[in-house]
């Protein structure tokens, strides 16, 4: 016996269903379906068409922006060099962006603040923005590799680029460059405030209004009760031979699983079901959504997007590799100086914590980088990071980028975590026996995302 | 492919009952809905040379983007972070400027992914949750207060703490914002005993959803 279920959409032509035409078998078959081919589509990794919100008919793009973080710092150039950079000194801030399949472009806004510099400040400085794999410093991934970013603004500069032509989803660097040119200019210090920095897709905001209570429709319906997060009823093709009377059973049937498969699928009632019941009411921290939710481990054969959770540039660096800060003087509490290195020790310590909530994905499926930098060419051989949630994880080795021998990449898939529970996220780094950076490891940017 | 219908209409649970009228509606509701259901979950329209026939998700496209209900469960993760550093006795000093009397502030941009805005006024999605931890200077009990400005409301969370190592408080408080672009001011003034507040480390996260009685718009 076949079940029946349909491998693309075949709906009913309008005729079909007017006043006073008969019912037709093939309608509710028909509907049946459609039904099962879409709850197969959502539900499984083998359907004919996975979900996975690729925006080309197998769900629509999510819009998860990339990166939303307060830097809330100073950075300072001076003529001697003697602070965060020089007078002609260019100084890199990273981070990483995992462009989902389907995402093309890249929008990065970054706030600068200081009304004295903001004055002058073409004169000063020149903004850029280099977007390159992550592996590979020289390589953009069909994108444009670095470009001149747009100023407007007065009191606060907002600096702007967007980056398009994006043709290979994966792990990238959005590294926001900001050079001196102030070797004519008589100021003798430059502060530059970093206040914001936001990488998103580019997308509209929302028009207000349109989700609605809708009072029109009849109850109570047909839907599922308790705790049941799907409910759905095959039905056989026999149950739809030529000639054999359709009845309320099979009419019954249909309306109760179209209806399970809007409440599985949208996180709503349908209609005004008085069952319906989400467990996730609790104010801050709810159980895990029961309906369909990519981020739930439960459903480990349902398909899976690519989710950014969360990515956070812990420091800058100088173009050449230099540090912005001595670790010998480090900067204080009051200053808020830009981001000193981080005087390695052969004990693994916890650096850099980031607040975050973790999803509910299967094991494996959590996938997380860390960007490091060194000062000079010591090289990353015996340095050793990975990220921490829950417990100790295993060091790796970071490998140093394609065309900049002082950046490192480590990345990987094997972290413990606490699924749907807020946790602190730390970036462990520690170093073996060998040669090492005598002023110590710059941590960059961590990054974690769901992939499937 | 020749006009499909759809329908938004559900049906009563005696419209499809045994000896019920056979009315078009029914068969206009059972063979509408899965037009509507094929065309959320793939994000394009159901037959070609047609337009959707659904109303588009809060970011402006078509179909489930798992940003709340009704466009799929919502998706809970961090939406703005901030971080000073550890404070792990091997990281160089803390670069959270001082707290004291006048506290310190940041004003700053951030991205809202826009979730579903609901008539009724049902949009708990449209808030966010503080959640912070940090490190003060004493052991003894210390209040602090925290004042967040938004382009919608201003929070005020009051949050009392005895340890030098300040464990992870999720606030119940929740933070509204607008979808879309908000200028945010948030500002930790210490209320109590002289203190200074080390390292801090906060985010907004993605608030609890309620329940909602709410159908997709057709």
């Known amino acids: 016996m076949a079940v029946v279920k349909s491998t693309s959409f075949q709906g009913s032509p309008m005729v079909d269903v007017d006043p006073d035409v008969e019912t037709w078998q093939r309608v509710l078959r028909n509907a049946q379906g459609d039904i099962a081919g879409t709850l197969d589509d959502l539900t499984s990794t083998a359907a004919a068409t996975p979900i996975v919100h690729g925006g080309v008919g197998n769900g629509s793009l999510l819009g998860i922006p990339w990166v939303s973080q307060c830097l809330d710092r100073t950075l300072d150039f001076d003529t001697g060099g003697a602070k965060d950079g020089g007078a002609t000194d260019t100084v890199f801030h990273p981070w990483f962006v995992v462009v989902e399949p389907g995402e093309t472009s890249v929008v990065v806004e970054i706030t600068i603040g200081n009304a004295t510099l903001a004055a002058n400040f073409a004169n000063r400085f020149v903004p850029r923005l280099r977007f390159c794999q992550a592996a590979d410093f020289d390589t953009a991934g069909g994108a444009v590799l670095e470009t001149t970013m747009t100023v407007s603004g007065s009191l606060r500069l907002r600096l702007s680029a967007t980056v398009t032509g994006i043709t290979t989803p994966g792990l990238y660097l959005a590294i926001f460059m900001i050079e001196s040119i102030s070797t004519s200019d008589s100021v003798s210090e430059l502060t530059c405030e970093l206040v914001d920095c936001v990488i998103r897709k580019k997308r509209n905001k929302r028009r207000r209004g349109d989700v609605v209570r809708d009072e029109t429709n009849p109850t109570p319906v047909q839907a599922p009760t308790g705790a049941a997060s799907l409910f759905h009823q095959s039905m056989d093709e026999t149950l739809f031979t030529a000639l054999d009377a359709m009845t309320g059973w099979h009419t019954s049937r249909l309306d109760r699983n179209i209806n399970g498969l809007m409440e599985f699928m949208t996180g709503s009632p349908a209609g005004t079901n008085e069952d319906y019941t989400h467990t996730e009411d609790a104010l801050i921290n709810p159980t895990t959504p029961r309906f369909n939710a990519p981020n739930r481990k439960v459903h480990s054969s349902h398909p899976l997007p690519v989710i950014p959770i969360v990515s956070h540039c812990h420091g800058g660096i100088k173009r050449t590799g230099g540090y912005l800060v001595s670790p010998s003087t480090p900067a204080s509490v009051a200053a808020r100086r830009a981001f000193a290195p981080y005087p390695l020790v052969v004990t693994e310590l916890d650096y850099g914590g980031l607040t975050v909530r973790v999803p509910d994905v299967p094991s494996g499926k959590l996938s997380w980088a860390i960007l490091v930098g060194q000062s000079n060419a010591a090289g990353f051989a015996n340095v050793r990071v990975a990220p921490r949630l829950t417990t100790t994880p295993t060091m790796v080795t970071p490998t140093a980028l394609t065309g900049a021998t002082y950046l490192a990449l480590a990345q990987g898939t094997t972290l413990d975590f606490d699924p749907d529970e807020i946790a602190s996220l730390f970036s462990r780094m520690s170093l073996v026996a060998g040669v090492h950076d005598p002023l110590g490891y710059c941590l960059l940017a961590t990054c974690l995302w769901v992939q499937p | ?218």
């Open chain 2, 1 to 218: 492919m020749t006009a499909r219908i759809t329908s938004t209409r559900f049906l009563s649970s005696t419209a499809t009952a045994k000896h019920a009228p056979a009315v078009a509606e029914v068969a206009q509701s059972l063979a509408g809905r899965p037009r509507v259901a094929w065309e959320m979950a793939h994000g394009i329209s159901a037959v070609s040379g047609e337009a959707p026939v659904i109303g588009l998700n809060p970011q402006g496209l078509v179909g489930l983007d798992l940003s709340g209900p009704p466009f799929g469960a919502a998706l809970l993760m961090p939406v703005e972070t901030y971080s000073s550093g550890t404070g792990n006795g091997v990281v160089p000093a803390s670069r959270w400027r001082t707290v004291d009397d006048d506290g310190h502030g940041a004003t700053f941009n951030m991205w809202h992914r826009p979730h579903a805005q609901h008539t009724d006024g049902l949009g708990a999605l449209q808030k966010v949750a503080l959640a912070w931890s940090g490190q003060q200077s004493a052991s003894t009990s210390t209040a602090w207060r925290w004042t967040i400005t938004t382009p919608v409301a201003e929070v005020t969370i009051d949050r009392t703490v005895a340890t030098t190592a300040i464990t992870l408080h999720t606030e119940t408080t929740l933070i509204p914002l607008r979808p879309g672009d908000n200028e945010i001011t948030i500002r930790l003034v210490r209320v109590g005993a002289t203190r200074t507040m080390n390292v801090l480390r906060w985010s907004f996260l993605t608030a609890a959803k309620r329940r909602h009685g709410l159908s997709f718009p057709g």
